[in-house]
């Protein structure tokens, strides 16, 4: 899975994820550094010694997460962008992620942008908190995002689109927007239906026939399944209420 995609597994993750007992008392590295190769800057620039010497340039890294104490000079020095910290005591309700982000333009602090996956699919909403950008021009730049804390060790990269406040409206009918219909999708609302029923897309005048296919398209980006598998609800035919009178005849304007 690594060698081909790039992206580590469960397994990979479990050996360089700190235990909940050491999230739990502030800031730490997480070094998601997978194979052999002659690299070690972390180590240099890691003042504190929370990782360990290498006894062979090739070695994989080290950390001692006792010692460590989240600062993020390994972050910027790490030129496979291989290293974050995670800040679990950040607020009750968020964690604060610090990632590498060697992009231009840099995002504003106190804007909002989309937190990634390491497969890049869009997670969660995130908020810019601080930038770090040294003047020293082999340095990369770091960002903190502040970022629901169940995705702490889900969301390593972002995107500056924010994703989920699109006002595209999907469901005219109802008035419903693409950033609303991404959330609903988040929250694990994964078919037509649910999303129906939640949000009301597809209950008005038209009854689904323009933001149906458009919820799917979404689920299909979002989930991974299939457009042509997806389940879709029974259209009727559009209506539009009368008074009882035009019924009877008794209207002016017949």
């Not at 998601?32 to 240099?44: A, G, L």
């Not at 290498?54 to 010692?67: G, M, Q, S, V, Y």
């Not at 060697?102 to 890049?120: A, M, N, Q």
């Not at 693409?178 to 008005?204: C, F, N, Q």
Request: aromatic share 6%; proline share 7%.
């Amino acid at each position: 899975m690594l060698k081909s995609t790039g992206i580590p597994t469960k397994q990979d993750l479990e050996t360089v994820i700190p235990s909940k007992e050491r999230l739990a008392k502030g800031p730490v590295a997480i070094i998601e550094c997978f194979q052999k190769i002659p690299c070690n800057p972390c180590y240099t620039s890691c003042k504190r010694g929370a990782i360990k010497e290498f006894a062979d340039i090739n070695d994989r890294p080290e950390l001692n997460p006792d010692i460590c104490n989240g600062c993020g000079v390994c972050i910027s020095n790490c030129p496979g962008l291989a290293i974050s910290v995670v800040d679990e005591t950040y607020s009750d309700t968020e964690a604060l992620v610090k990632i590498p982000y060697e992009f231009i333009p840099l995002p504003d602090e106190g804007s909002f942008v989309t937190g990634l996956d390491r497969s890049g699919k869009p997670v969660c909403r995130a908020k810019v908190v601080k930038v770090l950008n040294g003047k020293a021009q082999d340095r990369t730049p770091v960002v903190s995002l502040a970022i629901p804390k169940e995705y702490s060790m889900v969301v390593r990269s972002m995107s500056l689109d924010d994703y989920y406040s699109d006002n595209t409206i999907i469901c005219r009918c109802e008035e419903i927007t693409l950033g609303e219909i991404r959330e609903y999708i988040r929250k694990g609302y994964h078919t037509v239906d649910e999303i129906k029923r939640i949000s009301r897309a597809g209950m008005g005048r038209c009854q689904g026939r323009t933001c149906t296919p458009l919820i799917m398209e979404e689920i299909e980006r979002a989930t991974g399944k299939k457009v042509a598998d997806q389940k879709v609800h029974t259209y009727r035919p559009p209506t539009v209420p009368i008074k009882l009178g035009q019924l009877i005849g008794g209207e002016d304007n017949e």
